[in-house]
């Protein structure tokens, strides 16, 4: 494999300030407050330099956040394959936690939440990507479960889809407004294990 010129070098370091510098912005002021300019002037370049490596702010986030995706396609490996799909979900959702609380954190996910309730961002931005890995994941233990019978077949995969993504989003965004003494990960716990018991189907008497 080659080495990195010189030049590629210092497109890296510059995108990595850029990145960097516009999450530290948006921290402090608000994504809505902060413009492309702004960013720019911090880092010392000019807005040509910026979207050559981004679309816009939102992609700033994006570059960030998709880091996510490849940690759970690594968790989803390290999952028993026989265990019942809703066992599957509970747990690739309890990863999910430890990993935003632990390694994420707040700062970085009000920013994100707060990113996706502006009007710069495209309606089918990457909070509710059906493209994200999760989702994915969660389908494919979905559509296990419903052939297993271990769930009910009267609703719609793409239905219980929906309705688990959003236990993941309401809990986080119950954790983002709570003081500390909101643990995250058992509350995701309780509250998406209650919903997908409301999904098993019953045994037959």
Same mark, same amino acid.
């Given at each position: ?12 370091? #510059? ?65 028993? =394959? ?13 990863? =999910? ?16 939440? #707060? ?32 052939? =297993? ?15 688990? =993504? ?19 990960? #058992? ?19």
């Amino acid at each position: 494999m080659n080495s990195l010129t010189t030049r590629q070098k210092k497109a890296l370091e #510059t995108r990595e300030k850029l990145l960097k510098t516009s999450l530290e912005l948006f921290n402090n002021y608000g994504f809505e407050h902060v413009s492309v300019e702004q960013i720019t002037k911090a880092c010392k370049v000019s807005k040509g330099t910026f979207y050559t490596h981004f679309p816009s702010k939102y992609d700033v986030i994006l570059e960030k956040f998709e880091e996510l995706d490849s940690f759970y396609s690594t968790v989803e490996k390290k999952i028993d =394959q026989t265990l019942p799909a809703s066992e599957k979900i509970l747990l690739l959702y309890k990863e =999910q936690m430890i990993y935003l609380t632990t390694v994420v954190g707040k700062d970085l996910l009000r920013t994100v939440y #707060t990113a996706a309730m502006t009007n710069q961002v495209e309606q089918n931005h990457y909070l509710i990507s059906p493209e994200r890995k999760i989702f994915q994941i969660i389908n494919s233990y979905i559509h296990e479960g419903i052939q =297993q019978g271990e769930f009910v077949n009267e609703l719609q995969a793409i239905q219980m889809q929906h309705i688990i =993504q959003r236990c993941m989003r309401a809990n986080v965004y119950d954790w983002l407004i709570h003081n500390e003494e909101f643990d995250l990960v #058992t509350e995701m716990a309780h509250f998406t294990a209650v919903v997908l018991n409301g999904m098993k189907a019953q045994p037959s008497k």
